[in-house]
């Protein structure tokens, strides 16, 4: 688990200064507009969102809706972008399976592109349920690849520099919230984009 977090950590703190117009950047701002076209958020919920990067993805939902926006990443210069672009939210670094909140304060919590990055899934479904008030809603924007393709593509992750753990169906997703004790809400799929939102009971 530590090194997939270092990899993680090392890979993004080199492309933090210049992320936007990165690949990886570029590559994610489909799941940001996909994810917010299918978010359901009201004036003053709680936001949570994991593997923030440099914030953008809140910065998005606080233009639907007046939030309390909070931010969490693995890479501590992602933070640093993040904390100078919108100072009016509150970042910090840790990793998914140890998120710095209390218990049940979270209204709303977002995974955007960055679940294929966690080493320990099923950790972070408990910390997610920990940290959610009860009806609280975890979206997942995630990467989908077909049957036939995912199994030889998670062959080569090993050899990933960034970090990256597992490509995920949407039903191994769904099965491990359902196993923390999630209700599936919907699944939404648009070509290489899979969106999974679960319900904290």
């Known amino acids: 688990m530590g090194n997939y977090h270092e990899k993680n950590k090392n890979a993004y703190d080199k492309k933090a200064h210049n992320y936007d117009h990165t690949y990886d950047g570029k590559f994610t701002e489909k799941f940001k507009a996909l994810l917010l076209a299918n978010l359901s958020v009201r004036d003053k919920d709680s936001v949570l969102d994991v593997g923030c990067g440099n914030g953008t993805l809140l910065a998005k939902i606080a233009g639907l809706r007046q939030i309390n ?3 969490t990443d693995i890479s501590p210069q992602m933070i640093l972008q993040a904390k100078g672009r919108y100072p009016t939210f509150h970042f910090s670094v840790a990793g998914c399976e140890n998120l710095p909140f209390e218990d049940q304060t979270i209204d709303i919590l977002t995974v955007c592109a960055a679940y294929h990055h966690f080493p320990d899934v099923d950790a972070f479904a408990l910390e997610a349920k920990r940290v959610l008030k009860p009806g609280g809603n975890l979206y997942i924007a995630e990467v989908y690849l077909p049957p036939v393709i995912r199994p030889m593509a998670n062959l080569f992750l090993p050899l990933s520099k ?10 191994e997703i769904a099965d491990t919230f359902s ?10 799929r648009e070509r290489h984009i899979q969106i999974v939102q679960v319900q904290r009971t």
């Open 162 to 171: 960034d970090g990256d753990v597992k490509f995920y169906s949407s039903k």
């Open 69 to 71: 926006g909070f931010g």
């Open 179 to 188: 196993n923390a004790g999630f209700r599936l809400v919907n699944v939404l």
